[in-house]
């Protein structure tokens, strides 16, 4: 099995690279990427893994001609996508659009992924796949358009909708609560947007198991589709980041923090609307693929012990 990973550098990419490698050959690459492939006759062809050079991810495609394509590359700075929407379109939309036609002509799974910000947010119960789409913002409608045209195209894929990502490399929110609980006595956090945070390590482990699931399948093509992967249970971004300075405490981590108050969306107003509600169901994810997804706080808790215990190594 060859797979071609887009994106080898971010959250969910560096993840992949280890939970993909005992699956076959793998080629990874990230925006800076400039491969060289030895072809026929001593030629020798560039790679590329910039979503902005559309010609060339179709011919890195040609040229790899892999079983599988991940693409775990995205814009996903949110506020900025608000006054940046063709370049958020380019690479969440049209380089997608690409990468499925490339497929289409080898007959490759497309493996993508997608995200809460597809749904207007309304609402208290968990959102289903089929369930209507209504994005919020820029960022939400590109990815929205990158799902319509994988679904269009009839190239086999798995589209995987997820939240509230984190992990021990990279920015996100469990290493933006530590720095500020350090520096700061009192913080404000929302309290009124309500969702799962997910590993990237989790979404790597449950992506080569529907890799498996899916290559040893009598009629594979029946699993292709959109699925929703994200931990179990939810929590809201305040008392998300309550966990976090409990545990940090436990843990030994130094915390400067006294005072957490809740306050609502609006008292917090950024140039991206964000959805409210990003439960989303898990049901089908682990009934085709015969999986439980761990609760959240499992995921969290790990990765706060390898962040405090990187730190206090150094």
């Excluded at 925006?31 to 790679?47: D, K, N, V, Y």
């Excluded at 990468?99 to 809460?116: G, R």
Aim: charged residues 20%; contains cysteine; neutral net charge.
């Amino acid at each position: 099995m060859k797979i071609l990973l887009f994106g080898k550098n971010g959250q969910v990419g560096w993840e992949l690279q280890r939970a993909l490698a005992p699956l076959g050959e793998l080629i990874a690459l990230d925006r800076h990427s400039q491969l060289g492939a030895e072809q026929p006759h001593g030629h020798t062809a560039i790679l590329c893994g910039d979503l902005s050079n559309i010609d060339a991810i179709r011919a890195t495609i040609a040229t790899v001609k892999p079983d599988i394509v991940i693409n775990a590359a995205a814009y996903t700075a949110v506020d900025k996508a608000e006054s940046a929407a063709q370049d958020a379109d380019m690479i969440n939309h049209l380089a997608v659009k690409a990468m499925t036609e490339a497929c289409q002509q080898i007959s490759a799974l497309l493996v993508h992924y997608s995200t809460d910000y597809v749904f207007d947010g309304q609402g208290t119960q968990p959102r289903r796949e089929d369930d209507s789409t209504d994005p919020l913002n820029i960022y939400g409608k590109t990815k929205r358009a990158g799902e319509l045209a994988i679904l269009a195209s009839g190239c086999n894929a798995l589209i995987f909708r997820t939240s509230w990502v984190y992990a021990t490399r990279g920015n996100n929110f469990i290493k933006t609560m530590l720095r500020l609980a350090y520096e700061r006595e009192e913080l404000n956090i929302i309290n009124d947007q309500i969702g799962a945070p997910t590993s990237a390590a989790l979404i790597a482990d449950v992506t080569a198991h529907a890799l498996k699931t899916y290559a040893n399948a009598q009629a594979p093509a029946q699993l292709s589709g959109i699925y929703h992967l994200t931990a179990a249970g939810s929590v809201s971004w305040y008392d998300y980041a309550q966990f976090i300075f409990k545990q940090a405490s436990y843990l030994g981590y130094a915390l400067k923090i006294r005072q957490v108050n809740p306050i609502d969306t609006s008292a917090y107003p950024t140039p991206a609307q964000r959805p409210l509600n990003s439960r989303l169901s898990l049901s089908k994810l682990e009934q085709q693929f015969g999986l439980t997804l761990p609760h959240w706080q499992q995921g969290v808790l790990h990765t706060l012990q390898e962040i405090i215990e990187g730190k206090t190594e150094k």
